[in-house]
Nanobody, 126 residues
């Protein structure tokens, strides 16, 4: 049984930074793709960043240059460093993992992922 647990959310002023972490427990295949999604009230869940087992990364246009996704293999922890935060970044953030390879074109499709965390709230005030 794979479990994901996010931490690091909170409230910050515009221009500030936050670092989200996602602890992964349980057995998961080496071909894992992991990602961060977010969902604001009344909107669909959207992909923010994803990282493959080879370390390749992809980002949503809205966060390029501001967010950085990384994975610590030794600690089996996924992270999302968020800088220059904007009020429009306010949302519940979720980490996700999939044991099979995911094509880059579907890396931001929620149905591509099997395992999900419970989410952590990020609030950015202007």
């Amino acid at each position: 049984q794979v479990q994901l647990q996010e931490s690091g959310g909170g409230s910050v002023q515009a221009g500030g930074s936050l670092r989200l972490n996602c602890a992964v427990s349980g057995s998961i295949a080496s071909t894992t793709t992991m990602g961060w999604f977010r969902q604001a009230p009344g909107t669909e869940r959207e992909g923010v960043a994803a990282i493959g087992s080879d370390g390749s990364t992809t980002y949503a246009d809205s966060v390029k240059g501001r967010f950085t996704i990384s994975h610590d293999n030794a600690k089996n922890t996924l992270s999302l460093q968020m800088n220059s935060l904007k009020p429009e970044d306010t949302a519940m953030y979720y980490c996700a993992a999939e044991g099979d390879c995911i094509h880059v074109l579907t890396a931001f499709t929620p149905l591509s992922y099997t395992y999900w965390g419970q989410g952590t709230q990020v609030t950015v005030s202007s």
